[in-house]
C-alpha cells in the first residue's frame, strides 16, 4: 500500500527525467502499480483513512513520483455535488498523450499544490482549458477521452510529470497571478 513515505519530493533528480514509454500490455506488476496509485489516491481522499495514515489529500499521482520513471497515471476526481459519489474521472493511463487542445487556457483560481512538493508555491499555472487524451488501460486497451475544467487540469499536471515538468515552471515569475485576457479561472 502506497503511503507518503513511498513519494519522492522536489531535489530528487527523478522528477526532472522524462519517463519511459510501458509496453503493452502492461505487466502483472504495472497493472498492480497503477491499482496502487488509484486506492492511494482514494485513501487520501477519505477523511478517517488519510488520518489514519497521514495522507496529504490528491487527485492525480504519476509514477515518477513513486521513483519510477515509466508513463503511468492515476487520476481519481471526485464529483463536486456531495450527493453524487461517481467520481468525475477515475482512471490509470498508461502512455497518456494530449492529441489536441483547445485555444482557450485555464489555471485553478487557488494555485497549484503537488505531493512532491512541501511548500506553497503561489501563482496561477496556467494549462489547456480542454484537451483530447489518448491513453491506455490495464489491459492496453487504448482510449481517447475528452477532458475539461478540473480534470483536464489535473491530467496535464500529471502528465507534466512525465516529462519532468513540475506545476512551478509555468508560473510567471515577474506577476505569479499576471492572466491574459480570455483565460478561465476555474474556482
Ligand atoms: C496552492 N493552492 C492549492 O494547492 C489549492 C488551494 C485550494 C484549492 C485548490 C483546488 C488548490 N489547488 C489544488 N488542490 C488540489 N486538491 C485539493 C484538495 N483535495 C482533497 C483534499 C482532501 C480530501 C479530498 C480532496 Cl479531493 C485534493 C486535491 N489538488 C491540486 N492539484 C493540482 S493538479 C493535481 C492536483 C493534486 O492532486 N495535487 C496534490 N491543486
Ligand atoms: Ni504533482
Redesign the pocket.
Known sequence: MITMDDIIREGNPTLREVAKEVPMPPTTEEKKLGEEMLEFLKN??D?IK?EEMHL?????LAAPQLNISKRLIAVHV?SNDPENDTPVISTVMFNPKILSHSVQDAC?G??????SVDR???GYVVRHARVTVSYYDENGVKHKRRLKNYEA??VQ??IDHLNGVM?YDHINEENPFSLKEGVLVIE
Not at 56 to 60: A, D, K
Not at 110 to 115: M, N, P, Q, S
Request: glycine fraction near 20%.
Open positions: 487520501s481522499q477523511p488519510a496529504r489529500g490528491g487527485v492525480g471526485p485553478l487557488e494555485g497549484e499544490g503537488c505531493l506553497e508555491v503561489p487540469i489535473v499536471h500529471e506545476f
